[in-house]
């Protein structure tokens, strides 16, 4: 088990199993086909990420180091938070970047989810976490791997 | 974040809720970036991403419905990313009962929803805004509310206004409001160079394949690219920026790049040169191998990948109307040459609406028109989003569309060989 301790761009708590990208996530890429036809799995459609192609996204806990892509992407998070297909929360190694922070504001001001959303938790966390693993978050941005 | 009175009081409610929500949204947003104040958007128009009325994305369109019935500020006027339907792109009886019925069955109220939002126009749905014919160019030093990563990334850097990687929805919200949270791009030292890229080819870059390279390895950080001299010169002309505007693209959806400075040809280059370059930047070294490794390491996801091509898009983003008389020239002698009238592979340029409207007043249209090719200001990305083109082999020279859908690329000269009937898909 181990401890890191991130800044909580969206402050909030949650257990769930962990997905890991350990590539830049594309949002839109990874996000629309499953959107679109109401993929309740909400299966990773992004054929350029070999960590979670295909891999199903929604209820994980995200660890990544960031989002790339699409400016639609802050749009798509927020639509899979209106939808209920949102992930349990995002981790993010690196400062989060202005994509996915804007879909993550969006969800929180606009939408009833909870999404927890942390970032900055460093290069280790992503060396360490393992897709499959569960992770607890802390409102305080504290994120428990074990 | 230190808001004016006014910028606070519109947070307390001051203009109701929703109002009171977007100050909310914008000031999150800057405060995730540290921004310490929001500064005015200065430039003539806004720009939105989000131009497609998805039936599935009803959420978007719901949450549009309650900015509109807010009593909001009359927000700065707006261009559209390109419309997803036109009937003159080839499509089965079964896509147009996906593409009307199901996908896209939000259009019309979206498009609704835009035009009291103040969207220009018929004309002003491309992603390629930025092009005289369409008439939202930005100045140097101008800043922005946009979102549209290639629209972005190509002001920012060739234009050498100021505009940070807006999400859809948030731009809107800024133009709205008039004011967004000054960070990253917006500021000088936000827009130095963290990465020295040296270009070292022997043969031109394919722009495609060069803006895929390095926005896969810079990301989201800001590149100096040297060694461009030889292939694009040191004058912003209309090859330039072309080149330019499918590089950046590249960078920008294979990588989150906002923002690049290309020595001696971008403005912020000419003017400050290697100052530019922030302390301790890393140095990465591009030559023609590289690129041919990218290239090869793009994955082919067609059901069978070894079956012939059924269409070909060019034009992600969209295509100037140089682009559109050189790809004309092309064509008609790739045609000559293999002794056909008409293109091999049923065949769509996308263009501006405006762009298309000058195109037809040459004598170029008409000589296109013969060769088979089809013009449209379709968006070969949302024509595409569907799953029934997981199973039609698509070819394309963009690397954005080959990103975001099952398209599969091929450079330039490639596209012009297969589409001609000289070479056969490999």
Not at chain 2, 26 to 31: A, D, H, I, K, T
Not at chain 2, 47 to 64: A, E
Request: aromatic share 8%; net charge negative.
């Amino acid at each position: 088990m181990k401890v890191f301790k991130g800044r909580p761009v969206v402050p909030g708590t949650c257990t769930a199993e962990a997905l890991v990208s350990r590539e830049g996530f594309n949002t839109l890429a990874s996000y629309q086909m499953a959107l679109m036809f109401g993929d309740k799995k909400v299966k990773c459609g992004d054929q350029n990420n070999a960590d979670i192609y295909k891999k199903p996204m929604g209820g994980k806990a995200l660890c990544l180091p960031m989002t790339i892509g699409s400016t639609t992407g802050g749009m798509v998070l927020y639509a899979a938070c209106a939808m209920g297909r949102q992930p349990a929360c995002m981790l993010f190694s690196k400062h989060i970047d202005s994509l996915a922070a804007s879909g993550a504001i969006l969800g929180d001001v606009w939408t009833d989810v909870s999404m927890p959303v942390v970032d900055q938790l460093g290069d280790e966390f992503l060396q360490y976490v393992q897709t499959g693993m569960t992770i607890t978050v802390a409102a305080d941005g504290t994120v428990t791997v074990a | 974040m230190v808001l004016t009175d006014e910028q606070q009081a519109l947070l307390d409610g001051s203009r109701g809720d929703v109002m009171a929500k977007v100050v909310k949204t914008l000031v999150m947003y800057g405060e995730t970036f540290g921004a310490k104040r929001m500064v005015p958007v200065t430039s003539a128009y806004g720009h939105t991403v989000i131009s497609f009325g998805l039936g599935v994305m009803k959420p978007i369109y719901d949450l549009y419905d309650t900015l509109l019935g807010g009593d909001l500020p009359a927000g700065q006027r707006f261009t559209a990313d390109p419309r997803p339907l036109d009937d003159k792109v080839p499509a089965s009886f079964l896509e147009n009962l996906v593409f009307k019925k199901f996908m896209y069955n939000q259009q019309a109220r979206y498009e609704a929803q835009l035009e009291k939002l103040g969207v220009t126009g018929d004309d002003g749905y491309t992603c390629t805004c930025y092009m005289d014919e369409v008439g939202n160019t930005p100045k140097r030093g101008e800043v922005l509310s946009w979102a549209e990563s290639s629209a972005v990334v190509y002001a920012n850097s060739v234009l050498g206004a100021r505009c940070n990687r807006n999400s859809g929805i948030i731009e809107i919200m800024g133009s709205i409001a008039g004011f967004v949270p000054e960070f990253g791009l917006l500021t000088d030292e936000g827009r130095k160079a963290t990465w020295v890229i040296d270009v070292r080819c022997k043969n031109r870059p394919e722009p495609q394949l060069l803006g895929s390279a390095i926005g896969m390895k810079v990301m989201e950080d800001v590149p100096y690219i040297r060694g461009m001299e030889p292939w694009l010169g040191t004058e912003l002309n209309d090859a330039a920026k072309d080149y330019l505007k499918d590089f950046g693209a590249a960078t920008a959806s294979n990588g989150a790049v906002g923002l690049y400075h290309i020595e001696h040809l971008t403005p912020e280059a000419v003017d400050m040169g290697e100052s530019l370059i922030a302390e301790g930047a890393q140095t990465w070294v591009i030559d023609d191998e590289t690129l041919e490794q990218v290239r090869k390491n793009y994955p082919v996801i067609w059901k069978d990948p070894a079956a012939a091509p059924k269409l070909c898009f060019v034009g992600c983003p969209h295509m100037s109307l140089n682009q559109l008389k050189d790809w004309t020239d092309a064509v008609e002698a790739g045609l000559a040459e293999t002794g056909r009238q008409q293109v091999a592979v049923p065949t769509v340029f996308t263009a501006p609406t405006p762009v298309i409207r000058e195109f037809e007043k040459t004598p170029y249209a008409a000589r296109l028109a013969k060769t088979g090719v089809v013009v449209s200001y379709i968006c070969p990305l949302m024509y595409m989003n569907n799953p029934l083109c997981k199973s039609k082999a698509v070819i394309t020279s963009s690397n954005k569309l080959r990103t975001y859908t099952s398209a599969r690329y091929y450079t330039e000269a490639d596209i012009l060989g297969i589409i001609t009937g000289k070479e056969t898909a490999r």
